[in-house]
């Protein structure tokens, strides 16, 4: 299994970034998938999850309004669109399928 996620960068608040997570090694379009991410010195946080089929997600109360997670089952691609950065979004993103993590995209919002 490998996750691989790219699209992080550095951005100032109020911006936007695209995440991506390219899926292998498993049957992607059959598995629940997630966004989490690790701030310096934290835990990590869920950020964001889509069900098999993508007509379902959920959002941590942090970015609600301000991110969409969504998937192509075709390209075996996890997306995570960030709008409306903030500081406080700094963090490392990972993308999660059950137990196999990906090597994250480090996402850093200062002016």
């Known amino acids: 299994v490998h996750l691989v996620e790219s699209g992080g960068g550095m951005v100032q608040p109020g911006g936007s970034l695209r995440l991506s997570c390219a899926a292998s090694g498993f049957t992607f379009s059959s598995y629940d998938m997630s966004w989490v991410r690790q701030a310096p010195g934290k835990g990590p946080e869920w950020v964001s999850g889509i069900n098999a089929g993508g007509g379902s997600t959920g959002y941590a109360d942090s970015v609600k309004g301000r991110f969409t997670i969504s998937r192509d089952n075709a390209k075996n691609t996890l997306y995570l669109q960030m709008n409306s950065l903030k500081p406080e979004d700094t963090a490392i993103y990972y993308c999660?399928?059950?137990?196999?993590w990906g090597q994250g995209t480090q996402v850093t919002v200062s002016s």
């Open positions: 999660n399928a059950l137990e196999y």
